[in-house]
């Protein structure tokens, strides 16, 4: 039946999962996937002006407890979830093709965040470094921000409660959430930190454009901010430069990134 919601019309309404939906993405090639606390993850075939537009193609199961982040690449998926795993699945026959464990077991908290790029997985969660790993040969790089023990003993107490673990990874480099919660940090591939940026709020989600020109983030207070990398430099040799895929850190031009924050510019490095 259909029906109005908010000056858009809904056309219908598909029950699949038995808990909260956690996530879900779209993909070019008219696929929907959900992940749930149900412990499934839902592969959906799109079709546009049919009265059964979703039609359900494979029910993923293998995570025993939440799935809480999900991420795809071709027609690959890797998910992460609360048994501490993260699984990496094919989207086109719906088969697990591989399982990895025990980062996180010690905090009994799970991944919580995953990204997919270029055969390495981006892992996160509320405590601990930041792993990036290789599939194929499973070595991993760590990103372990450092703190003042004032700055890790107010984490542990307090912060960690709204944290929101994000990690993106880039072309050149790679994005995550700091643990001072109104940050993120840049890293490169070799896991050394090249700055951070304020947000200026307790953030609750981060995208990057397929492009790596654009970034977007959520923070708790309702307001969503963006960024613009695409803007020149302020030195007279000016060119294009875009901060997630690394600043010359040795010196000028490219040492000046130019960011548009708000309504106002300001540049980093």
């Known amino acids: 039946m259909e029906r109005m919601l908010n000056g858009y019309m809904l056309i219908k309404t598909f029950a699949g999962h038995q808990n909260m939906i956690s996530c879900i993405i779209a993909t070019d090639d008219k696929v929907v996937v959900t992940a749930s606390l149900d412990s499934t993850i839902k592969v959906w075939d799109v079709y546009e002006d049919t009265d059964s537009p979703l039609v359900l193609k494979h029910t993923l199961r293998g995570h025993a407890g939440w799935v809480n982040s999900i991420t795809i690449?071709?027609?690959?998926?890797?998910?992460?979830?609360?048994?501490?795993?993260?699984?990496?699945?094919?989207?086109?026959?719906?088969?697990?093709?591989?399982?990895?464990?025990?980062?996180?077991?010690?905090?009994?908290?799970?991944?919580?965040?995953?990204?997919?790029?270029?055969?390495?997985?981006?892992?996160?969660?509320?405590?601990?470094?930041?792993?990036?790993?290789?599939?194929?040969?499973?070595?991993?790089?760590?990103?372990?921000?450092?703190?003042?023990?004032?700055?890790?003993?107010?984490?542990?107490?307090?912060?960690?409660?709204?944290?929101?673990?994000?990690?993106?990874?880039?072309?050149?480099?790679?994005?995550?959430?700091?643990?001072?919660?109104?940050?993120?940090?840049?890293?490169?591939?070799?896991g050394s930190l090249l700055g951070s940026l304020n947000v200026e709020g307790n953030l609750h989600e981060v995208q990057v454009s397929r492009s790596e020109e654009?970034?977007?983030?959520?923070?708790?207070?309702?307001?969503?901010?963006?960024?613009?990398?695409?803007?020149?430099?302020?030195?007279?040799?000016?060119?294009?430069?875009r901060l997630l895929q690394g600043a010359d850190m040795e010196g000028a031009p490219g040492g000046s990134v130019w960011l548009k924050y708000s309504n106002r510019f300001d540049y980093i490095y």
Not at 142 to 171: C, F, G, M, V
Not at 214 to 241: H, N, P, Y
């Open 73 to 190: 690449e071709d027609y690959f998926l890797v998910s992460g979830g609360s048994d501490d795993t993260v699984r990496k699945w094919n989207l086109r026959t719906g088969e697990q093709e591989g399982i990895f464990r025990h980062f996180y077991e010690d905090r009994n908290l799970g991944v919580l965040t995953v990204s997919l790029r270029h055969g390495s997985i981006g892992i996160g969660s509320v405590f601990g470094p930041f792993y990036v790993m290789n599939i194929e040969t499973q070595k991993m790089i760590l990103l372990e921000e450092r703190l003042t023990s004032t700055e890790h003993k107010t984490y542990e107490q307090e912060l960690h409660q709204s944290h929101s673990s994000t990690i993106i990874l880039l072309s050149e480099t790679i994005i995550t959430s700091s643990r001072l919660n109104n940050k993120l940090n840049i890293w490169d591939w070799k």
């Open 214 to 241: 654009i970034m977007m983030a959520t923070t708790c207070d309702g307001v969503v901010k963006t960024w613009d990398f695409t803007l020149r430099s302020r030195t007279e040799q000016a060119f294009m430069r």
